[in-house]
Nanobody
């Protein structure tokens, strides 16, 4: 059983950067695709970024393409979301999600039955 814990959220000014971490325990992420989702107040959860199980294929939502990057450490226990050029509309609770599936499928797992973290708040001030 994989447990996920996010960290790295906080308050940042528009144009700034944050790096979120999603640390796994109980099992490595070597056989899991991992995605980041976010949910702003009053909005539905939405896909942000995904990384495949081998760590060599990424996919991003159009809204963050070119500003965000997703990566995994060599121990295959932590997935990072590097967020640059942040905008107020990036304000949300960010969740990581892991499942033994493909990137093409994980992007639609807004209510997935895999493994979720508890979320970390990101607030971008204008």
């Amino acid at each position: 059983q994989v447990q996920l814990v996010e960290s790295g959220g906080g308050l940042v000014e528009a144009g700034g950067s944050l790096r979120l971490s999603c640390k796994a325990s109980g099992h490595t992420l070597s056989t899991y695709a991992v995605a980041w989702f976010r949910q702003a107040p009053g909005n539905e959860r939405e896909f942000v970024a995904a990384l495949n199980w081998s760590g060599d294929y990424t996919y991003f939502a159009d809204s963050v393409q070119g500003r965000f990057a997703i990566s995994r450490d060599s121990a295959k226990t932590t997935v990072y979301l590097q967020m640059n050029s942040l905008k107020p509309e990036d304000t949300a609770v960010y969740y990581c999600y892991a499942e033994r599936t493909t990137v093409e499928r994980i992007v639609n797992r807004v209510n997935g039955t895999g493994h979720w973290g508890q979320g970390t708040q990101v607030t971008v001030s204008s």
